[in-house]
T-cell receptor
Framework: KAGVTQTPRYLIKTRGQQVTLSCSPI?????VSWYQQTPGQGLQFLFE???????NKGNFPGRFSGRQFSNSRSEMNVSTLELGDSALYLCASTPRLAGSQETQYFGPGTRLLVL | GNSVTQMEGPVTLSEEAFLTINCTYTATGYPSLFWYVQYPGEGLQLLLKATKADDKGSNKGFEATYRKETTSFHLEKGSVQVSDSAVYFCALNGGYQKVTFGTGTKLQVIP
């Protein structure tokens, strides 16, 4: 099976712009979670989508949003970019078959640099 | 809320040395526990996991035992290699896919 894929891998934007990141989960996986990784804050949970609905949300401002499509692919959007949004954004997928403590499988990440 | 505390790095070891990376957690209920590894420029890879007390997860020579009495999940390897150099993250899933990660421990193995 192909793993989790994320596009693009690298992105450079300027302050005030918006950005959309894409994640394709492992085939058959229905849940997609997003994380932000920075040297200062470590890995922080952004949100999780399952069956096209946001199920969980971390403590991030409303500039961070996402959606999930019927094929389980997910996009994450950040509007009005700030310098502090520079980070590695990781996507993870799980089957979400039953229970709620399944293993998450991570993609390679999208590295965003905001200038 | 849930939290994970890992020993601070970096940890520098000589090849074939014994490795221990400490991890303790705070959580309600019975979380699943994980160790992930991140190589430079890459995402996180699952190294091992344990889903209930006294379970031992193992993979590629690494082991960790879920100790509920001490709320710990320490990572060990008997003989490290240069190729084990990476950042190791301890994590817990307390439910509903909201995973809490430790801050990560950088391991450097020198020949």
């Amino acid at each position: 099976k192909a793993g989790v894929t994320q596009t693009p891998r690298y992105l450079i934007k300027t302050r005030g712009q918006q950005v959309t990141l894409s994640c394709s989960p492992i085939s058959g996986h229905r849940s997609v979670s997003w994380y932000q990784q920075t040297p200062g804050q470590g890995l922080q949970f952004l949100f999780e989508y399952f069956s096209e609905t946001q199920r969980n949300k971390g403590n991030f401002p409303g500039r961070f949003s996402g959606r999930q499509f019927s094929n389980s692919r997910s996009e994450m959007n950040v509007s009005t970019l700030e310098l502090g949004d520079s980070a590695l954004y990781l996507c993870a997928s799980t089957p979400r078959l039953a229970g709620s403590q399944e293993t998450q499988y991570f993609g390679p990440g999208t590295r965003l640099l905001v200038l | 809320g849930n939290s994970v505390t890992q020993m601070e790095g970096p940890v520098t070891l000589s090849e074939e040395a014994f490795l221990t990376i400490n991890c303790t957690y705070t959580a309600t209920g019975y979380p699943s526990l994980f160790w992930y590894v991140q190589y430079p420029g890459e995402g996180l890879q699952l190294l091992l996991k344990a889903t209930k007390a006294d379970d031992k997860g193992s993979n590629k020579g690494f082991e960790a035992t879920y100790r509920k009495e001490t709320t710990s999940f320490h990572l060990e390897k008997g003989s490290v290699q240069v190729s084990d150099s990476a950042v190791y993250f301890c994590a817990l899933n307390g439910g509903y896919q909201k995973v809490t990660f430790g801050t990560g421990t950088k391991l450097q193995v020198i020949p």
